[in-house]
């Protein structure tokens, strides 16, 4: 079932090559994508939560000689992750429709090769095939900003290209390096295997990079400012949705349980750059004069909280951490596609543009407001679980980071609040907007009802989703404990 669910949106690329029409290739790619995510809630309905096991394993022989596998199966972990990935994806095809104008196919096309490749790194129980899928994500998102982005792409494509690189290639020669000397890429036997404290300390590092890169945190972050703001709406959505969501997965899924010992000696440190990516993030969000940037930096911040968790090695810190994951991707996706939505219209993101326009958008101010607060994490809105719970457990371990990064709840309620209150209410600086400004239409409204629904369903009873991945979370602490 998982290797249908990676293989739908790839081999659907046959079928998108022979469609021409712009209206046909939107519609045909979205049923695509609906149709994969109404087949991987079928991995949710035959999933056991009671038991800490990789499910639906499908482990293929591809080059024996070399110990690679095609070796996929999920945890809850992964199965929470994928159906995020498939959630997202008929969304982002549906909400950012009208924000690509030319080359059609190859948009869709590339969003198909990313949805295949993402879905692929979250169940990839072999470390190559991982590196394959992981690489892999790197060609869609490399021709979705640098085609369909806005003036400065090149540049933010570029940025985003190598900065990426960077860390995957650590990755790769530690890959090797285990493949050679361990003779497997096996994920399951390799979490089983003594590791000695050096090889802990360079492998360590070596995936840790990759993964800090890709959340990101400072001062490994320049990239994602530069590949929000240029990114079409769609792209925007995806990337914060759930490629940064992969390096925390990569974190939890390879470090801890690989290389625990290597995860406790470098806890505190890592836990001091996931504060200062909070503070850091706050504040240069609250003085950005685009509204895509301000969102940017504030994926910086809320990244930051998701790291400071993963770090203090708690069960209840990994659960807030995981919730977060897919709290920040509905709260800050529908930010971006609101911004995404807005922009179509005015072709503006400047704040200083903008004021006094809740009375010309009604629905589009309420949406907005309610993914704000959301983001800022107002109880009873998904955001507040999230950091409440990693705040709460992080204090227990690192008291005095935690109450420094707690100045980042007050900075992003300051600056989103202030975001809001310059677009939305005061005089209308701009008279010109009466002409260009038009409520959400219901193709919009449609793609944020599902979003915002789970915002307040998370936000009021987070329980079943606590439980599901308890188990997962205890087998990995572990690894951790025995090694403290």
Do not use: C
């Not at 469609?19 to 979205?30: E, H």
């Amino acid at each position: 079932m998982i290797t249908t669910i990676i293989l739908i949106p790839i081999l659907s690329i046959i079928v998108l090559l022979f469609i021409r029409d712009r209206k046909v290739l939107g519609i045909t790619s979205f049923i695509i994508t609906l149709i994969n995510f109404l087949i991987s809630l079928q991995l949710y309905f035959q999933f056991d939560f009671t038991k800490t096991d990789f499910q639906f394993v499908e482990n293929i022989p591809v080059i024996s000689s070399f110990q690679f596998y095609y070796k996929v199966g999920i945890d809850s972990l992964s199965l929470w992750m994928i159906l995020l990935t498939t959630f997202l994806f008929p969304l982002v095809i549906a909400g950012a429709y009208t924000s690509i104008n030319q080359k059609f196919r190859g948009y869709y096309i590339s969003l198909m090769i990313l949805e295949s490749s993402v879905i692929g790194a979250f169940a990839a129980l072999d470390l190559f095939l991982f590196y394959i899928f992981w690489e892999l994500m790197l060609i869609p998102m490399f021709f979705i900003i640098g085609l369909w982005g806005g003036q400065n792409r090149i540049y933010a494509t570029i940025k985003f290209v190598l900065f990426t690189m960077f860390g995957s290639l650590l990755m790769l020669v530690a890959i090797i390096y285990i493949g050679m000397v361990y003779k497997t890429f096996d994920y399951e036997k390799l979490i089983h295997t003594g590791f000695s404290l050096k090889e802990q300390a360079y492998l360590f590092w070596a995936f840790a990079l990759a993964f800090l890169i890709k959340v990101p945190v400072v001062p490994v972050h320049t990239w994602l400012p530069d590949a929000h703001t240029e990114a079409p709406a769609g792209g925007s959505v995806i990337l914060a949705g759930v490629l940064l969501k992969l390096g925390t997965y990569g974190l939890i899924r390879f470090n801890l349980p690989l290389f625990p010992n290597a995860s406790v000696e470098y806890a505190y440190l890592i836990s001091i750059i996931a504060v200062i990516g909070i503070v850091h993030g706050a504040l240069t969000a609250a003085v950005q004069p685009d509204m895509k940037r301000l969102i940017a930096y504030s994926s910086v911040s809320h990244m930051g909280y998701i790291v400071l968790g993963i770090f203090t090695f708690t069960v209840s810190g990994l659960q807030g951490s995981f919730i977060q994951m897919i709290n920040h991707a509905l709260s800050t996706g529908a930010l971006f596609f609101l911004v995404g939505m807005i922009y179509d219209q005015t072709h503006t993101r400047k704040i200083s543009d903008y004021g006094g326009i809740a009375k010309l958008v009604p629905l589009f101010a309420v949406a907005f407001m309610i993914s704000t607060l959301a983001s800022a994490g107002l109880p009873g809105l998904n955001g507040f679980i999230g950091e409440f719970t990693i705040l709460a457990s992080s204090y227990k371990v690192y008291p005095l980071l935690t109450v420094i990064g707690v100045s980042g709840v007050i900075l992003g309620a300051w600056y989103l609040l202030k975001l809001y209150g310059n677009v939305f209410y005061g005089e209308l600086k701009n008279v010109h907007l009466k002409d260009h400004l038009k409520d959400m239409n219901k193709r919009e409204v449609l793609v944020l009802i599902p979003m915002i629904i789970l915002m307040f369903y998370l936000g009021i009873y987070p329980k079943p989703l606590f439980q599901s991945i308890e188990k997962s979370i205890q087998y990995h602490l572990e690894f951790i404990n025995k090694a403290k």
